[in-house]
């Protein structure tokens, strides 16, 4: 392989009847091919350094459009791979020196890979995300604003500036325990749960508090019985969104991949 | 940049919304912070996520800005 390209690796399935990647395009238009190695198959595409190398990265990283682009065709390619066989997806921008790295990868790898894809097989993950708003706050004890002390317009003001922290502070909490509660009773329901950090309201479009932002890996035989217990949940106030089903990408690690 | 036919078809019948009209959001949540994480002979690879996050905050706010 040149040194100007690179070969990008999107997900990692078992070698056996799986989709051809004929046809599909990764990311940046390029075509889509398949490494076999060891039993397994990693779907990759040969990518130009002038776009993936560290440096252009870094750059278009800051492009939205580019990050949004990229992130699509890469999921395009997981989901075509995950809808039809047991495949574990590999992170965003993954770029080797050559496509015998990734037949070494394979090869070094091939039991993790084969846990990972075991741990995922029947399964699905989900995504359940839990609003609360802010503006739902608690009532200031009227006592206690009605209480003596100094009195005149500034101290009254830093009360109510006081109290008004105070209930903040309080829906916070209360909205925190709510957030455990969904997120132990999901994950019941669920082989294994992640709660990824909130999304920026500048993201998510939303001026509601995100107090959950979970990821349930569910079997295919409880998906129902998961649904019940969000449209349960969802019964008990706040908002929950439902999203899925997602290939499994935050429950795929290998197991000494340094993930959380 | 569509799915062959029968794929469409595919996720249509499992619920699957089109990588088209899922949310960009979600999507980074799990591509950024999800995903196998290998090292080994790479050329790069995304570890930074915090950086990651830090860029587009501060492109979306430019984004809004510019409106």
Redesign the interface.
């Known amino acids: 392989m040149t040194a100007d390209a690179g070969t990008y690796l999107y997900v990692v399935a078992r070698d056996s009847g799986a989709p051809s990647p004929e046809g599909l395009a990764g990311v940046a238009g390029t075509p889509l091919r398949a490494i076999a190695r060891s039993g397994l198959v990693a779907y990759v595409s040969t990518v130009p350094l002038a776009e993936f190398g560290e440096e252009p990265l870094q750059r278009s990283m800051e492009d939205l459009d580019w990050l949004d682009a990229t992130a699509r065709a890469h999921h395009r390619v997981v989901e075509a791979v995950a809808v039809a066989v047991p495949a574990v997806p590999v992170r965003l921008v993954t770029v080797y020196s050559g496509d015998e790295q990734v037949s070494g990868l394979l090869e070094d790898r091939h039991d993790d890979f084969c846990q990972a894809l075991d741990r995922i097989t029947g399964r699905q993950e989900w995504g359940v995300k839990v609003y609360a708003d802010p503006a739902e706050r608690v009532e200031p004890d009227a006592a206690q604003e009605g209480g003596g002390g100094a009195s005149g317009p500034g101290a009254a003001y830093l009360r109510k500036r006081q109290a008004g922290l105070r209930s903040r502070e309080e829906a916070w909490r209360r909205a925190s325990a709510r957030a455990e509660r969904v997120h132990d009773r999901l994950a019941s329901v669920a082989v294994a749960g992640r709660r990824h950090r909130a999304q920026d309201p500048q993201l998510s479009g939303r001026k509601e508090w995100m107090i959950l932002n979970g990821a349930y890996l569910v079997d295919e035989e409880r998906h129902a019985e998961f649904v019940r217990t969000v449209d349960e949940l969802r019964g008990e106030g706040g908002e929950l969104e439902l999203t899925g089903p997602w290939a499994p990408y935050s429950f795929a690690a290998l197991d000494e991949g340094g993930e959380p | 940049?569509t799915?062959?036919e029968p794929?469409g078809a595919?996720?249509a019948e499992?619920?699957?919304l089109p990588?088209?009209r899922?949310?960009?959001?979600?999507?980074?949540?799990?591509?950024?912070?999800?995903?196998?994480?290998?090292s080994?002979?790479?050329?790069?690879?995304?570890a930074d996520i915090d950086l990651?996050?830090i860029?587009?905050?501060?492109?979306?706010?430019s984004?809004?800005d510019d409106e």
């Open positions: 940049m799915y062959p794929r595919m996720l499992e619920g699957r990588a088209e899922v949310a960009l959001v979600d999507l980074l949540d799990r591509l950024l912070a999800g995903g196998v994480v290998v080994g002979d790479l050329v790069l690879s995304i990651v996050r860029s587009i905050h501060a492109l979306i706010t984004i809004r």
